[in-house]
Structures are given as structure tokens and as C-alpha cells.
């Protein structure tokens, strides 16, 4: 049965219009635009036509319908900076990874979504109850990402071409999806993670009213920032005024740049406007302005390292790529940088290499348990 919101997307994650697929595949636009619309079911050369200028075997357009992600509905931190079609394209990409996530669920319980909604508060208010009802404490968060996937909501790498998107999230199925540009440094991704984690508790149903873009951006950096450097320990560390090295130390304690502790400081009346300006000028001159010089490792995934690369009834790369009809390259691309780099590199199924792999920072004490299903469901077709 083929399936017209496959072909489209498979189309859309490549970033080609229509004209462009008709010019990879010699299949004409009028025809390509009837297997989208369902008017048309393509003939098997076609179909291999496609297949090929698409990169998937003919067996994609096979599987049940998908439900495309609206764009509405995602977070997207600098739509006005994005095309429209490398908005879809990345959103291509998420819908691949919520079926990834799907076939991950058929063979792990994964854990329940449990993210306050918190849609009344004020973003400062709304991270210390966060941080209350999680139990953190003012203490710095180990690592945000085994955290928020212990609290249920699912993380995926986006491709690094889109390097002007730094991360999005959306909701599907009552489950929360983040999406991280993996190409940016640690404390940015880990800042990024924050401020989805921020929509996905500020803004409900994520209605992403464009006229409100600007508004909802800002409750999430501000959301983030009071999470990852909570008020009251921030202000008990005597950071008044504090000295270029005195940032740099307390920048590696929270693990965050120094330029979002240094805006934190402001924001907390620690640094005048003049001490402000004059940190941001010395950082920038040091190189802290698009980089962190001496930075953490970024964070990487408990559950998917896990899942994919544990010991107990994992799912590989291959079984992944076989059961969503991709390429092994694809579903490495869910997960980029996402897991450690020796672990993605063990495609083969040589068994649990990665088990003795350890995060370099230590776990989270986040209760992420994986309970293998009793019965392991393969998906039958
Ligand atoms: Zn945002």
C-alpha cells in the first residue's frame, strides 16, 4: 500500500520542492504531485525512481501513513531566520524520529511523561517549582539530558547542516519530543535542552501564535537561565562584582557559558550594567562570545545508549534501520553525538561493546530505569 505522506516527506527531509525531486528523479512534477495528493498510486518504475533519488528503499512508501509535525506546533527558536523548506526538512527529520522512538517503545518501556504544566507562572517562578517538584535542590543539575529523559520526554539530534536551528521541541501523542543541534558546544546544547524544557512547561499545547514568537523566546532563555542557576544559590555565592576568573570558575560549577552566568549575574543585580558590559567585552575578546574555550563534554543519552547499546535485547542500528525501512546512516543521524561516539561506531553486532562505556560526567540521579518488555514485540509488518 503506498502511502503519499511518505513520498512527501522523504521529499522534505532532503530539503527538495517538487521541481527538485522531478529534476532527481525524471518523474514529472504533474505526476509527482498526484502520488502526493493521493490522486495517483505511482507505477513500480517510478517508484524505484523515486526510491533511489530519495535514498530509501521502495519498501518507506509502504508503511503505514504519517502524520506530519505542523510547524505550528514545534518551537522553533529563530523561525524568522528559517526557510521554509529547511523547516520542513528538519521537521521531516523529527517525524522519522518519532517512528524511531515508536519502534524503540515496542521493545522497552520507555519512561512515563511527567513534565509540570505550568503555563500561569512567571519563567523565574515556574523553574524554582520545577526544580522543587523534581527534587534538585539549588545544586547544579548533573546532566540535564538523563534528566529530562527520566522525566519522559524523548531527545533526537538534529542534522548539523541546519546549523541555524539550534534545537526545537514539540508534543505527539501527549509525549514530549526535543530535538538538539549536536554540532554546538556542551553548555549550549545543555542551554538549549533548558529552554525547550522551558516551552514544554511555559507554553501549553506549544500554539505557536507567530505575533507571540518573540515573547514566548524570551520566558524560555528565561526559564532556562533560572533552572540551570537557580536564584538563591546563585545570589549565596558572593558573586557581587566578581572578577573575569571568578566567572570562569562558577561557569564550570553551574556548567553553563560564561556569557549566560555573566547575563544571570546581571539579570541578578550581581554585576552593574558597567561591570555587565565590560565582562561581555572581555569575554568576547577571549573568545567566549561564539565558543567556550575550555568547555564541558556535551551531554550525551542514557536512554539511547541503553537501548541501543546496552546488553539486554538492545536495538541496533540495524535492527532500527530494517524495521523503519532506512538507511543505517539515517538512524545514526536520530542519535548523533547523542550516545558516545566509540559506542555509534559499533554498527556491527558484536555484541555489548559498549556496556563498559561510562558517561564521563556521571549520571543524573534521575530513577531512569528501562524495563525490557516481558514479551518482546517485533513488529510483524
Ligand atoms: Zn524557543
Redesign the pocket.
Known sequence: MFAPSRLKLARQRLGLTLTGLANASGVSPRSLTNFETGDRVPSAESLEKLATALSVPTAFFDREALEAIAPEAA???KLSKTSATRRDAVLAGASLTVEFYDYISSNFHLPEPNIPTLDKLAPEAAAELVRQRWALGDRPVANLVHLMESKGVRLGALKHQYHDIDA?CFVRDNTPYVLLNTSKSGERQRFDAA??LG?LVLHDELEMDPSTSKE??SE?NQFASAFLMPRSAVLAQSMRAASLDRVLAARRYWRVSAMALTHRLHELRLLNNWQYRTMCLNLSELGYRSTEPGGIVPETSQLLRKVMYGTAGRVTVRDAANALSLDQRDVRGFVRDLVPVSAADDLSDRGPAASAIDSPLGSERSGLKLVEGSQRRRRSG
Request: glycine share 0%.
Open positions: 518551537s522553533f527558536r526545537f529552554h525547550e516551552h514566548r523566546e524560555a
